[in-house]
């Protein structure tokens, strides 16, 4: 069974878009030409069968990886879930 999660996402298209975010960040937290805050978290699942250590981590149990990008008002501006657990410290995302 799978289950698919479905956002919608308003990732900036334009130059003007992006400075709308960048003029958010320096006004409510003096921080200039910041273009989001990045995070991630390591959400833990059961171990899917025939795998191995694929999705095992670094923090000692089998998990996936979100990361996220929000604005600064911590709305998602962009968002990447799925990729296994023990690859993230290889992983570029983009």
Not at 38 to 66: A, C, E, M, Q, W
Request: include cysteine; aromatic fraction near 14%; glycine fraction near 8%.
């Amino acid at each position: 069974m799978t289950n698919n999660v479905t956002l919608k996402l308003q990732i900036p298209k334009t130059e003007a878009e992006w400075k709308v975010i960048a003029n958010g960040f320096n006004y409510q937290w003096d921080l200039p030409n910041c273009l989001g805050a990045v995070d991630g978290k390591h959400v833990s699942i059961k171990k899917p069968p025939h795998t191995g250590s694929y999705y095992y981590n670094y923090k000692k149990f089998f998990s996936i990886v979100l990361m996220v990008v929000v604005n600064s008002n911590y709305e998602f501006i962009m968002a990447v879930a799925g990729i296994n657990g023990s690859n993230i410290r290889r992983r570029r995302f983009g």
